[in-house]
């Protein structure tokens, strides 16, 4: 196994830091690692090898401090994973492709589990933000004191690809002649092809830039109440059934208070991991091998 640094004595591997890479490669230019120019690689590189320091640094001040994440969380979490494919061999041959052994596998969730028990453990030490606080940043921006546009629809995707987009065209028609505001669940739940067909197809509440593009103009333009035509994206095609409406409209300072709780939290709690890191990396043993 190459190695890519140690944190006091603890191996960061080349596979961690290859997958590392390529959550942030997708994260921040929507490509994969090998489509980068030099430069672009060089900063994922950088992003990627200080997320795993700090990782490892929270681990092992987590080891010190006796939290570590028991063998039913971990399995718990693996479980969640698992659910997403077909079946548990499925899940492991991919793991397989990616050169992930099941040992390897389990105690990285184990580690990502121990790492988030210490940082909320540290995020505990946070005051809560006081009134004074909250109500000076509502003041501040009250552009951003507000409650958006938005649509709540239940809608029915025929999925379509290729060869099959012209029959997929055909079914979603048939099924538009019997829609209407009292058959829609229904048809959503015996026809649809996306999970929220088992909800009817109701997709709750949904503000602008949340949904593809022709998507989100069929259902901002449609009236409440009314089945509308069929809407083509590239997952297939649509029909949408607008149950309701919500205009733009300012938040009072009680309405956002908790959204204001959370972002002052949220900001003091950055600061307050970095500058812990900081200290930790200040104490440890740090060797970059690649």
């Not at 025929?158 to 505001?181: H, P, Y």
């Not at 333009?221 to 083509?232: F, H, I, L």
């Not at 949220?266 to 990396?281: H, P, S």
Request: with cysteine; net charge negative; glycine share 6%.
């Amino acid at each position: 196994m190459e190695i890519v640094a140690k944190v006091n004595g603890r191996p960061i591997s080349r596979k961690e830091l290859d997958s590392t890479m390529q959550v942030y490669a997708q994260q921040v230019h929507h490509k994969n690692p090998d489509q980068l120019s030099v430069d672009q690689f060089q900063g994922v590189y950088e992003m990627a090898l200080e997320k795993l320091i700090a990782r490892a640094l929270i681990f092992q001040a987590a080891l010190a401090a006796g939290i570590v994440a028991g063998e039913a969380e971990v399995e718990e979490e693996k479980n969640k994973l698992i659910g997403n494919f077909a079946s548990a061999e499925e899940f492991y041959a991919n793991l397989d492709k990616a050169g992930m052994s099941p040992e390897f596998y389990h105690r990285m969730v184990r580690e990502d589990l121990t790492v988030n028990l210490m940082t909320a453990e540290k995020m505990n030490e946070l005051p809560e933000p006081q009134a004074q606080e909250i109500e000076e940043i509502y003041r501040r921006y009250p552009q951003k004191m507000i409650d958006p546009e938005k649509v709540r629809a239940r809608h029915i995707l025929i999925a379509a690809q290729g060869d099959e987009r012209s029959l997929a065209r055909e079914r979603i028609e048939k099924i538009r002649q019997e829609a209407n505001a009292a058959t829609f669940e229904r048809l959503a739940r015996e026809n649809s092809d996306c999970p929220s067909a088992q909800a009817g197809g109701d997709l709750g509440y949904f503000t602008r830039g949340q949904m593809v593009e022709s998507f989100e103009t069929a259902a901002f333009s449609q009236p409440v109440g009314e089945v509308g035509a069929v809407v083509e994206t590239p997952y297939g095609y649509h029909l949408i059934l607008v149950l309701d409406k919500t205009e733009q409209r300012p938040l009072s300072l009680e309405e956002a208070q908790g959204r204001l709780r959370n972002f002052l939290k949220e900001e003091a709690g950055v600061k307050l991991l970095e500058n812990w890191v900081g200290e930790l990396r200040a104490q440890a043993d740090i060797e970059i091998l690649a």
